[in-house]
């Protein structure tokens, strides 16, 4: 189990999850030669940058962050995504893979926002929380689109 000695450790924690998921989508863009799905990604990856933008601003922003609360047990191995994009990767694997690394930043925002006491950081990790959300549904949209639809 992780254990985080202060806020700013969870927003690091955070930070770095973010930009993560920049590397991510970028990379599988630079990988797909589909066009629609180059954009979306990397629209994505767009998103995700300001999400690590408005976590690095609660960082410097003195009136949410309070460095002296503890946060422990935050189970951050039920958040991370094992799978990693491989060098021929179909759409749909890619969408899978999308919808999974989504639904583990919704969960550790989620989980996030349930153990902080500082509300303005809670309202921030419910708010990054709810856009992942949206971004799961999405990936799943189009994934049915494509995939579970009859033709």
């Known amino acids: 189990m992780e254990t985080f000695g202060s806020v700013d450790a969870v927003l690091d924690f955070a930070i770095e999850r973010e930009q993560e998921a920049v590397d991510f989508y970028t990379d599988l863009a630079g990988q797909t030669e589909i066009a629609s799905l180059k954009k979306t990604l990397q629209a994505f990856a767009g998103v995700e940058r300001g999400h690590k933008e408005k976590l690095q601003q609660a960082k410097l922003d003195p009136a949410v962050v309070d460095g002296d609360r503890l946060v422990v047990d935050l ?11 491989g060098p021929i990767m179909s759409f749909q ?4 893979l ?3 690394r989504e639904k583990a930043a919704m969960d550790l925002y989620a989980g996030l926002a349930g153990i902080v006491g500082d509300a303005g950081l809670r309202d921030l990790f419910e708010k990054l929380a709810a856009e992942e959300a949206h971004h799961k549904f999405s990936f799943e949209a189009a994934y ?3 995939f579970l639809s009859e033709n």
């Open 75 to 85: 189970k951050i191995g039920d958040y991370l995504v094992a799978a990693e994009p």
């Open 93 to 96: 694997d890619a969408l899978v």
């Open 98 to 100: 999308a919808m999974q």
């Open 144 to 146: 049915e689109n494509h």
